[in-house]
C-alpha cells in the first residue's frame, strides 16, 4: 500500500512539476510513511530530492522532515544513535535550523533511553538560544516535569538526578515566561506552551513531591491563564493526599512521632487550625474520620479531604460569580462524581476554591508535623507558614504578576470544554477511584464497615 502512495505522490510531483522546497511537511509526510513501512531507500530518495529543490532555490530545508525522521527513528529504532547523529549531521551540512520539534523529539530519545543529563542539557541549549522561533511547548514541558516525577520516586534510586536537572518549580517558572514571551505579555493569549494538560502534569509532580506550597501556586495558573479546572484537577490532588494517608496508616509509628495523615484525620472541617488542638485529639485518640481498618481508606477519606475545603461562608469572588445569571454556578463535586458513579452535568463549572482552600491546610499540615512534639511556646504559625507561600510565589510566579488595570473586568470564555472528559485516568488515580467507588456501593449494600488490611493489600 505505502509503494502505491509512493508512486502517486512522485507522479503527482512530476506532472505538476511541483517545487518541493516549499513543501517541507508534504515530503515530511512521505518519508516518515516509507521508513515506517521499511522503505528506507525510497525515504532517501524523497529527502534527496526535496535537499535538491531547496538547493537550486537558494533556501534552507525546513525542518519538518528532520525532525520526522528522528522521531520515526525513536518509533522503529530507538537505540540507533548512530542514525540519529548521522541525521542531525546532515542537517548541518545543509544549513537546517533546528525547531522545537526537533528538539522535542531529542529530549523524547534521550528520556527513553534514561540519559537524563542530555535530555536537561538539551532544554537548557533551547533556553539559552530561545527566540521568537524557538520556544519550549507544552511537550517540552510535559516531558521534563514527567521525568523531575519519576527521578523523585523511591524506586528510581538506581537513577542519579543531574547536576545539570532543572528543578521544578524553575520548570514552571519558565513555562509561565516563555508563555508571555509568546503571547506578548497576554496571560489569556492562546499559545503551544501551556494547556490544561501541561498545567495537570505539573501539579501531578508537586504533589507527587509533597510540595503543597507549589501545588497550590500551580492551581493559581488556571485562572490567570483562563482555564476551568475539571474533575481531572481534582483527582489530582485528591488521589495523592489519599495514597499518602494510606501509606501513612499502613506503618507503624514510635509513641510520640507525629504523621501528616494524623493531623489530617484529626482536623475538623471549618475549623480554624491549632497545633495544640490537633496535637490534643492525637494523644487522646480522638480521630474526625473514623476508619474501617488501620489503613483502610474509603469515601470516608475522600469526603473529609472535600470537606476540608469548604469554606464557612461564600467569598466576595464566589458571591458575584454566583449572581452572574448568563453562567452557571460553580460547584464541588461529590464523591460519586469523583468515583464515576454520578455524570457531572454539562458545562458545569467546578470551583477552584476548595482545591485552594485545601493545599493551604495541608501546608499548615506539614508544618504543624514538624512542630509537633518540641517546645512551641511563643511560637507564631501564621508567621511561619507566610514566607513558605511567598517563597514559592517568588520562585513561580515573580515579575508576572499582572497591574490591576490589566486584569480584566470579566473572565472570559474559558478555554476547553468545562466539564469532565471521561478518557483514561492515572493509573494511582484509577486505582483510587475503583477503590472508593467499590468501599461506597459494599457500604449502600449494608456490608460491614469492618475490614482487616489485608483485604485493601491488592487495590494499591
Known sequence: MTEIVDDMADAFVTIRNVDLSASGNMVHVMVTACMRAGQLSAAENWLKKYESDCMKQGVAPDAAPYAGILETLQEIQP????????????????????????????????????????????????MTNRSASLLPSDLTFKKLFHA????????????????????????????????????????????????????????????????????????????HFGFQPNLQTYLI????????????????YMAGQYRFADFVMHMRPREPPDVDVLERRIQHGEPVVELSGPASVGPETVTHLL?????????????????????????????????????LPPFQELSLAPLVRLLRKMTIVGLFRKAAGGKREGWDWKAAVRPILSGAKEEMWRDFEPSP??????????????GAKRGSLPSSASRVRKMVKRQTLQSMQGHSRTRSMNDYNHVI
Do not use: W
Not at 326 to 338: A, F, K, Q
Open 405 to 418: 488595570e490589566s486584569r480584566p473586568v470579566t473572565k472570559r470564555k474559558q478555554r476547553g470544554h468545562i
Open 148 to 223: 523531575s516525577k519519576f527521578l523523585s520516586q523511591r524506586r528510581s534510586r538506581r537513577h542519579k538526578r543531574p547536576d545539570n536537572a532543572v528543578p521544578p518549580r524553575q520548570l514552571f517558572r519558565d513555562m509561565v515566561q516563555c508563555h508571555l514571551l509568546r503571547t506578548g505579555n497576554a496571560p489569556l493569549a492562546h499559545s503551544n506552551i501551556i494547556s490544561v494538560s501541561c498545567l495537570h502534569l505539573a501539579l501531578r509532580t508537586f504533589m507527587a513531591l509533597e510540595d503543597y506550597p507549589a501545588a497550590l501556586m500551580t492551581l493559581r495558573a488556571f485562572d
Open 79 to 126: 537505540e540507533n544513535s548512530g542514525a540519529v547523529q548521522a541525521t542531525l549531521y546532515r542537517m548541518r551540512s545543509e544549513g537546517v535550523t533546528p525547531d522545537i520539534s526537533v528538539f522535542n523529539t531529542l529530549i523524547r530519545s534521550s528520556l527513553a533511553r534514561r540519559e537524563y543529563s542530555e535530555a536537561f542539557g538539551l532544554y537548557h541549549a533551547i
Open 307 to 343: 470537606t476540608l475545603g469548604e469554606s464557612t461562608a461564600p467569598s466576595r469572588s464566589e458571591t458575584a460569580h454566583a449572581g452572574r445569571k448568563r453562567l452557571p454556578m460553580s460547584v464541588i463535586p461529590t464523591v460519586d462524581m469523583l468515583v464515576g458513579a454520578t455524570l
Open 237 to 252: 490532588v485528591i488521589t495523592s493526599l489519599v495514597l499518602r494517608i494510606k501509606q501513612e496508616l499502613g506503618h507503624v
